[in-house]
């Protein structure tokens, strides 16, 4: 069983405490993706379950045991980092299998365990290359080999796949989306990139400042943000975000006034909503935003518009075919079923 339980964990520099009372229980087989921006505490967490980092306070479990004090090699854990850290001087066949060698595995179990390895990650033609003559993307997939062979308990991922391009990044993300099914073991993935996180995750657990801002499966995330942080750190384009004045049914502000989605107290308010969730439309339609086109981008399948309406400006996105010359003046309507509402203070959600 490759459970991963954290209780109140704590971690501090110095008198600086990054991490404070960090409380996460991971399900055998689940594959969690921590997910937030630079120095939120993500990498942090990993590595403290890695071992790597020294615990200041609380508790892990892994598999039910307590593992504070164990060393990285006896936690029944295996990681893939981001810069590789594969050895230039061996062969792609030595890298896969130094530790396994280290540890004074047969030859028998050795080539046993490698076999299946290398054919399921496509490595069979590069064993005997080194790690200079492999492109970036074959790299990675020799340090995860590397770590498949010790056959964990847990997985653990580091930014795999943030040194590469793009349309590789999305080759290797389908590719360890197979291997977790294939494995079936437990998986912790941490990036800044969420398209990584959306497509490969369970349940993501999204940072903010040393603690979870918000956890949920992708889609209720994407769906209902708790928080006005978390609605504008999921989805492209980013969300648009209003500062409005809720009284009387409506939401306003000088250049502004909407009918409330819902009943809500007076005061200041934070409205949100997707571009994908405004329409252009026609004079006279109830409820529209007259607006001035600032930017047009293409972008293959759509436009994405810039707007301004006096001193809000929001992103609307349309088809392809839509041609609008800037400082065009238009009517955008907001979609009610699809509007966000948070308190403009501590940024919670408001609402159902």
Known sequence: MATVECRNLCKSYGSHEVIRNFNLSISDHEFIVFLGPSGCGKSTILRMVAGLEEITGGDLFIGGARVNDRDPGDRGIAMVFQNYALYPHMSVRENITFALERAGTSRDEIRRRLDPVVETLGLDIYLGRKPTELSGGQQQ???????????????????????????????????????????????????????????????????????????????????????????????????????????????????????????LRAGKVTLGIRPGAIRLVPEGTPDAIAATVERDEFHGDMRLISLNAGAESFMVSVPAATRLSEGERVLAHLDPASLHVFDAESGQRLGD
Do not use: C
């Open 141 to 263: 997939r020799v340090a995860i080999a590397r770590a498949m062979i010790k056959t964990p308990e847990v997985f653990l991922f580091d930014e795999p796949l943030s040194n590469l391009d793009a349309k590789l990044r999305g080759h290797l993300r389908v590719e360890i989306a197979r291997l977790h099914r294939a494995l079936n073991t437990t998986s912790v993935y941490v990036t800044h990139d969420q398209l990584e996180a959306m497509t490969l995750a369970d349940r993501i657990v999204l940072m903010n400042q040393g603690r979870i801002e918000q956890m949920g499966t992708p889609e209720e995330i994407y769906s209902r943000p708790a928080t006005a942080f978390t609605a504008g750190f999921i989805g492209t384009p980013s969300m648009n975000f209003f500062s409005l004045d809720a009284g009387e049914g409506r939401l306003r502000n000088a250049d502004i006034d909407l009918a409330a989605p819902f009943p």
